[in-house]
C-alpha cells in the first residue's frame, strides 16, 4: 500500500513561483512512475507531468518551459516546481504513482494506482 501527501499549494500572485511537493510512504523503489494532475472548477481533471523513475518526463503543453517535475529516490518524494504562474493555473493539484511501467508519453489517469488527496494552487491576477 502506498499513501501520498501533497503539501506545497497555496495562493500567489500571476508571476510568481511555487513548489509542491508529493511524499510517498513507502519506498520510491517500489513506484515506476508518478505524476501531477490537476483539476479547475467546472473541468476536467488533466495531466501536468510525469516522471519515471528512469528520469524520462512529460509535460503539458500549457506548463512547459514553465514547470518542472523531478523525482528524488532518497526522499520517497516528487517535486512540482511551478514558475511564471497564471490564474488558469488556479486548481486542485493531485499527485498519482504508478507501480507498473507506463508509456510516459500515452499513460492515462488508468495507469496510476494511487493518488493523493489534493493540494489547492490559487494564482490571482
Known amino acids: 500500500q502506498v499513501q501520498l501527501v501533497e503539501s506545497g499549494g497555496g495562493l500567489v500572485q500571476a508571476g510568481g513561483s511555487l513548489r509542491l511537493s508529493c511524499a510517498a510512504s513507502?519506498?520510491?523503489?517500489?513506484?515506476?512512475?508518478m505524476a501531477w494532475y490537476r483539476q479547475a472548477p467546472g473541468k476536467q481533471r488533466e495531466l501536468v507531468a510525469t516522471?519515471?523513475?528512469?528520469?524520462?518526463?512529460n509535460y503539458a503543453d500549457s506548463v512547459k518551459g514553465r514547470f518542472t517535475i523531478s523525482m528524488n529516490n532518497a526522499k520517497n518524494t516528487v517535486y512540482l516546481q511551478m514558475n511564471s504562474l497564471k490564474p488558469e493555473d488556479t486548481a486542485v493539484y493531485y499527485c498519482?504513482?504508478?507501480?507498473?511501467?507506463?508509456?510516459?508519453?500515452?499513460?492515462?489517469?488508468?495507469?496510476?494506482?494511487?493518488w493523493g488527496q489534493g493540494t489547492q494552487v490559487t494564482v490571482s491576477s
Open positions: 513507502s519506498s520510491i523503489f517500489s513506484i515506476n512512475a
Open positions: 498519482a504513482a504508478a507501480l507498473r511501467p507506463i508509456l510516459v508519453l500515452a499513460a492515462t489517469q488508468d495507469d496510476y494506482d494511487y
Open positions: 516522471v519515471t523513475r528512469g528520469d524520462s518526463t
